[in-house]
């Protein structure tokens, strides 16, 4: 099994980045819902709800049992006073699946200090699928 962790934004085709190739929302979701990885959102919020994954509310609630560690949510912006930085909420999911295979990190922010983390820019993950160097299974798409 592995752990893959995006980000949304210059990432997934939902906003993709203005002169890269991003990563198809049609595998994320594909890898979420057809094979025993681990697909979790740790960058924008957004992609919790767009591909049906769980994000970092759903990893500190499995962690700790609840999210009183965020603090209060401020109504107006939805956000919460305490959000972990995208290395902690890496660190988060490793915690929650110690026995995985790989750890694969795909967002638009270089996270390649994390360690047990392998980070990858969207365009250049698409490429390392294509050329078979990731041990993921591309899913099928049809052809226009």
């Known amino acids: 099994m592995i752990v893959l962790a995006f980000d949304r934004d210059w990432t997934v085709d939902l906003n993709p980045h203005p002169m890269y190739e991003a990563v198809p929302l049609t595998y994320v979701e594909y890898w979420n819902e057809q094979t025993d990885h681990e697909v979790w959102a740790t960058g924008n919020q957004l992609l919790v709800d767009e591909a049906e994954i769980p994000g970092t509310l759903e990893s500190v609630r499995r962690l700790q049992g609840d999210i009183s560690a965020f603090g209060e949510k401020d109504e107006e912006t939805g956000r919460y006073e305490n959000w972990p930085l995208r290395e902690t909420r890496l660190k988060i999911l490793e915690r929650l699946f110690p026995d995985a295979d790989d750890y694969i990190v795909i967002d638009d922010l270089d996270l390649s200090h994390v360690n047990n ?19 993921l299974e591309m899913p099928t798409v049809p052809t226009q």
């Open 117 to 135: 983390w392998n980070h990858y820019y969207a365009w250049d993950f698409m490429e390392a699928l294509r050329d078979g160097e990731l041990n």
